[in-house]
């Protein structure tokens, strides 16, 4: 299993929080410290689950939007996208447990047209509102024939969002375009015409899910 290299530098820290009391409980014989170590092993195991980076084969499929995280559809609704687009589109959001991989996929492929960092609140990341008021980053791909926004949401626990997106860059479907630390969404912003090929309560995973197919 690999490590994303987002995560290696709070792995290295959690590390040293518990090789100090162990060492400490170790020369001076006190019982106690090594709860304190005990408590920051148990927290090291969960940031390397927590920081994995799965082998998946990152296939492309021309024509199709796939899932840009693992995790569950928790909304598939119409709405107006009111900050690029400015028109009626279907919005179909990815919600990730702090048990699932954080790392975030491109859906298509095609060049970035448009990328912000937004700051904002800390709402927990299912509230309907968070897409507006979280901490997000808002992505715009253009694959030519269709334009897809996507948003990264930092949720109540994740508190940063890592993303790789450059205006006028090119990415690969599926190439990474980011990393969201401990809890969080990713919203979909798809055409009206869009075969959406999930449904509310669907376990989804990155790079793998096929979330919608789009017109020819």
């Known amino acids: 299993m690999r490590i994303h290299k987002e995560g290696k530098g709070v792995l290295a820290t959690i590390l040293l929080l518990f090789l100090i009391p162990l060492v400490v409980a170790i020369l001076t ?7 304190i170590a005990a408590f920051f ?10 920081f994995r980076f799965p082998n998946r084969p990152l296939k492309q499929i021309d024509g199709t939007v796939l899932s840009p995280a ?3 559809i928790v909304i598939i609704e119409e709405v107006e996208e009111t900050e690029y687009l400015k028109e009626r ?11 699932n991989v954080h790392i975030n996929w491109f859906p298509i ?6 990328f912000k960092h937004h700051q904002g609140k ?7 509102k968070s897409s507006e008021l979280n901490e997000r980053t808002s992505i715009v791909v253009n694959n030519g024939k269709t334009r897809i926004l996507f948003r990264q949401i930092a949720g109540y626990v994740a508190r940063r969002i890592v993303c790789y997106a ?16 401990f809890g969080s969404r990713v919203d979909l912003f798809l055409p009206l015409d869009t075969e959406i090929n999930v449904k509310i309560g669907d376990k989804v995973k990155g790079t793998e899910t096929i979330i919608a197919r789009l017109k020819k």
């Open 29 to 35: 014989g006190y019982c106690w410290i090594f709860t």
């Open 41 to 50: 092993f148990i927290f090291l195991l969960f940031c390397l689950c927590f």
């Open 70 to 72: 693992d995790g569950e």
């Open 89 to 99: 589109r279907i919005q179909v959001s990815v919600f990730m447990s702090v048990w």
């Open 109 to 114: 492929g095609g060049e970035v047209e448009y």
């Open 122 to 128: 800390y709402l927990l990341a299912w509230h309907p």
């Open 166 to 181: 450059k205006v006028g860059k090119k990415f690969e479907q599926n190439q990474q375009v980011g990393f969201i630390k």
